[in-house]
T-cell receptor
Framework: NAGVTQTPKFQVLKTGQSMTLQCAQD?????MYWYRQDPGMGLRLIYY???????DKGEVPNGYNVSRLNKREFSLRLESAAPSQTSVYFC???????????FGDGTRLSIL | LAKTTQPISMDSYEGQEVNITCSHN???????ITWYQQFPSQGPRFIIQ???TKVTNEVASLFIPADRKSSTLSLPRVSLSDTAVYYC?????????????FGGGTRLMVKP
C-alpha cells in the first residue's frame, strides 16, 4: 500500500534552474495538495487541486506552478529556482468530505 | 482561517499520559479539529479528528469542550517512539478547497 509517493527524495539545484517535483497517490483521492516546510516551522500550502482538472493558489504560490495531470498525479514546478525556495516539499491527498489528508515523505530541495 | 496556538515544546517520561492543548478561539461552525504527528524526515501522519465532545481511537483521545475554542490531544502511556512534533489543525473539511493552516506545532520529548 504505497499511499502518496513523491519523487525525487533529494535534489540540489543551481539558482535559475528549473525542476518538476512529482507526486502520485493510489488511494483514488479527489483532492491533492503541495506544501513547503522550512526548518523548525509548520507546513505552508503552496497550491492545491480540489478535483481533477482544477487547481488553486494556497498561502505561498509565488514562484511555483502546478499541473493536475490526472486523478493520481499532481506535479509542482519551479521555473527559475531561487535560494529562498530551499525547503522540504510535501504532497498530500484527501479522499472526500470530512476526511483527513495523507502525506508523502517529502522532497528535500536545496538551491545554491 | 482559524488560527491555532499550541505550546512550543513539552517533556514527558515513558509510561506517563501526555496532554497537549490547542487554542482556536475563532473556530467556525463548520470547522473540524485534526491532529497530526510528524517524525524527522517524514511527512505528517494523521492521528485523530473530531468536531465536538470526545473522540477516541487506538492511539489517542481528543477532548473538545462545548465552546470548541480549544481542544486537548491525550496520549496514554507514552513511549520513546512518541517523541515527535504534534500539529493541531482547524478547518472546514466539507470543502476540499478550504486551506488547512499548520501552526508551529508542539515538540514532544519523551525521556526514559
Amino acid at each position: 500500500n504505497a499511499g502518496v509517493t513523491q519523487t525525487p527524495k533529494f535534489q540540489v539545484l543551481k539558482t535559475g534552474q528549473s525542476m518538476t517535483l512529482q507526486c502520485a497517490q493510489d488511494m483514488n483521492h479527489n483532492s491533492m495538495y503541495w506544501y513547503r516546510q522550512d526548518p523548525g516551522m509548520g507546513l505552508r500550502l503552496i497550491y492545491y487541486s480540489a478535483s481533477e482538472g482544477t487547481t488553486d493558489k494556497g498561502e505561498v504560490p509565488n514562484g511555483y506552478n502546478v499541473s493536475r495531470l490526472n486523478k493520481r498525479e499532481f506535479s509542482l514546478r519551479l521555473e527559475s529556482a531561487a535560494p529562498s525556495q530551499t525547503s522540504v516539499y510535501f504532497c498530500a491527498s484527501r479522499g472526500g468530505v470530512g476526511q483527513p489528508q495523507h502525506f508523502g515523505d517529502g522532497t528535500r530541495l536545496s538551491i545554491l | 482561517l482559524a488560527k491555532t496556538t499550541q505550546p512550543i515544546s513539552m517533556d514527558s517520561y515513558e509510561g506517563q499520559e501526555v496532554n497537549i492543548t490547542c487554542s482556536h478561539n475563532n473556530i467556525a461552525t463548520n470547522d473540524y479539529i485534526t491532529w497530526y504527528q510528524q517524525f524527522p524526515s517524514q511527512g505528517p501522519r494523521f492521528i485523530i479528528q473530531g468536531y465536538k465532545t470526545k473522540v477516541t481511537n487506538e492511539v489517542a483521545s481528543l477532548f473538545i469542550p462545548a465552546d470548541r475554542k480549544s481542544s486537548t490531544l491525550s496520549l496514554p502511556r507514552v513511549s520513546l517512539s512518541d517523541t515527535a512534533v504534534y500539529y493541531c489543525l482547524v478547518g472546514d473539511l466539507n470543502n476540499a478547497g478550504n486551506m488547512l493552516t499548520f501552526g508551529g506545532g508542539t515538540r514532544l520529548m519523551v525521556k526514559p
